[in-house]
């Protein structure tokens, strides 16, 4: 008899990061499933959009991660009937001015990184977990990065908000452990997104051009593919770390 998963018909989901690339890949898969996904971000326009595309199973909220008021109202403003998130992916997430070295590299971007890739995820998770703890039901996927567990240098906060998602994502699960709720980290390497418009390129190779130069990077689509999977899995099983990797990142 096949077990029930958590991806279950009606399932209510909640996608940071919904605008663009892996969070907007995420977001149509699992309206694809029949999943009521709320679709969160800072450009509500993008969402908007979106939303005309996969229709009424997706809703648009705006999120800024970084901003206390927005997060401490955000309970208040789902939805009505999607109050309670059975999947949270934690997916948004930058690495503004990076791919320089360390003293090239904006300080006040470097604390966006932080502000946002690790202190917004932790915050959005503490405002979630507790009301799946009660349900004794619960998925929480946290996109990492390859560099949450290898060092590529040029990249120093990013790398270290990714070691912090990798971390913490180990520490929830076992916190969790026994409380029926699983704790996913998808570790991608090379995507193409919007990522890169937001990198620096002071003498170094154009980051958005780098991609044309690879014999292979992923699609926002091989990475949401990552996360159904590890979903799809019976609640008794946890994949606990996908990292996923363009063929020739090696
Ligand atoms: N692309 C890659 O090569 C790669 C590789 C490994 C890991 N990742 C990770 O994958 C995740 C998604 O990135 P992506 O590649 O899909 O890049 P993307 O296309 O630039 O998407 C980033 C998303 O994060 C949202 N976001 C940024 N700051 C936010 C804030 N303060 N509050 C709320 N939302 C915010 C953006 O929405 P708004 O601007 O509308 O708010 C956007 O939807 C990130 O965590 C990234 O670190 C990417």
């Known amino acids: 008899m096949t077990q029930a998963t958590h991806i279950d018909e009606g399932s209510v989901a909640l996608v940071t990061g919904a605008s663009s690339g892996i969070g907007e890949a995420v977001a149509e898969a699992l309206t694809a499933r029949g999943c009521r996904v709320i679709g969160a971000a800072r450009r509500v326009d993008r969402l908007r959009a979106l939303a005309e595309r996969l229709g009424e199973r997706f809703h648009p909220v705006a999120l800024d991660l970084t901003d206390r008021d927005s997060l401490d109202s955000l309970l208040d403003r789902l939805p009505a009937g999607l109050g309670e998130i059975d999947i949270l992916i934690n997916n948004a997430g930058h690495g503004l001015g990076g791919r320089v070295g360390f003293d090239r590299h904006g300080a006040d971007d470097m604390a966006a990184i932080i502000e946002t890739n690790v202190i917004g995820l932790i915050r959005l998770t503490r405002l979630i977990a507790p009301g799946m703890v009660t349900r004794e039901k619960g998925d929480i996927v946290n996109v990492g990065s390859i560099m949450g567990i290898r060092p590529y240098g040029s990249s120093a906060a990013y790398t270290a908000s990714k070691h912090a998602v990798h971390g913490f994502s180990d520490c929830l699960r076992i916190d969790f452990a026994e409380t029926g709720l ?69």
């Open 182 to 250: 699983r704790v996913i980290e998808v570790l991608p390497g090379l995507t193409r997104t919007e990522f890169a418009r937001h990198l620096s390129h002071d003498g170094g190779k154009d980051p958005v051009k780098a991609y044309d130069e690879r014999p292979s990077v992923l699609s926002a689509d091989d990475v949401a593919r990552a996360v159904v999977f590890a979903l799809d899995q019976p609640p008794h099983v946890t994949m606990a770390q996908i990292t996923v990797l363009p063929s020739s990142q090696g």
